[in-house]
């Protein structure tokens, strides 16, 4: 069974820090893996997704890479705003097309 | 526009009452699902229909049973609820069963008292 984690389950930074959030799935076998964005009272975002074959995937500030040997996949925001507040999921796809997710790390940017 | 929509938003009920949360989605997908996100922050797959036909179903207590009158919509009722089910229950879409890429609807928090 998979099992996802991410450390730290919270995080505070100044305006214009980077940011760097950690990932972590027990089962090396994905398919896929996926940041979303969960911003209270609303639903998920997807962020990015980086294929098993990927190493990396950047959008805009956003850069997640991925080591599916070592089962850990890391996001980095760069120069933090008080806009990316917000919690961030980590979702491992597996070859039965389902998604499983971690708990989340909640982020405050402080303006 | 809305593309995946959940009423009600927010769901207060006693223990032993019957609840349904209903879902759709304008986006033309042919499948679509129901996560439960506990207390934990975790969020778990429920149910997944794809073309009104149920494709994955974990283990969920038979209280909860999924309704899909036709492919924009999948509803989801509740009986008997318990207390253990308070939690926001996030509805989903994607265009084939086999796309990862999932639309979330805003959640409902339903709370048992």
């Known amino acids: 069974k998979q099992e996802v984690t991410q450390i730290p389950a919270a995080l505070s930074v100044p305006e214009g820090e980077n940011l760097v959030l950690n990932c972590s799935f027990t089962?090396?076998?994905?398919?896929?893996l996926q940041w979303f964005r969960q911003d209270p009272g609303k639903g998920l975002t997807s962020l990015l997704l980086i294929q098993s074959s990927q190493r990396e995937q950047t959008s805009g500030r956003l850069n997640a890479s991925l080591d599916k040997s070592s089962g850990r996949s890391t996001l980095y925001i760069a120069a933090s705003q008080p806009g990316d507040s917000a919690t961030y999921l980590c979702a491992v796809g597996a070859n039965d097309y389902k998604l499983s997710f971690g708990a989340g790390t909640t982020v405050t940017v402080r303006a | 526009d809305t593309a995946v929509s959940q009423t009600p938003k927010y769901l207060v009920t006693q223990m032993g009452n019957d609840k349904s949360i209903k879902c759709e989605q304008n986006l033309g997908h042919d499948t679509m699902y129901w996560y439960k996100q506990d207390s934990k922050k975790f969020l778990k797959i429920m149910f997944s229909?794809?073309?009104?036909?149920?494709?994955i179903n974990e283990t969920v207590p038979n209280r909860f049973s999924p309704k899909s009158p036709d492919k924009a919509h999948l509803n989801l009722h509740i009986n008997s609820l318990e207390l253990g089910d308070s939690a926001v229950y996030f509805c989903?879409?994607?265009?084939?069963?086999?796309?990862?890429?999932?639309?979330f609807g805003p959640g409902t928090r339903l709370t048992v008292t």
């Open positions: 089962d090396s076998a994905i398919y896929n």
């Open positions: 989903a879409s994607s265009q084939a069963h086999n796309s990862y890429e999932q639309y």
């Open positions: 229909y794809n073309n009104k036909e149920l494709i």
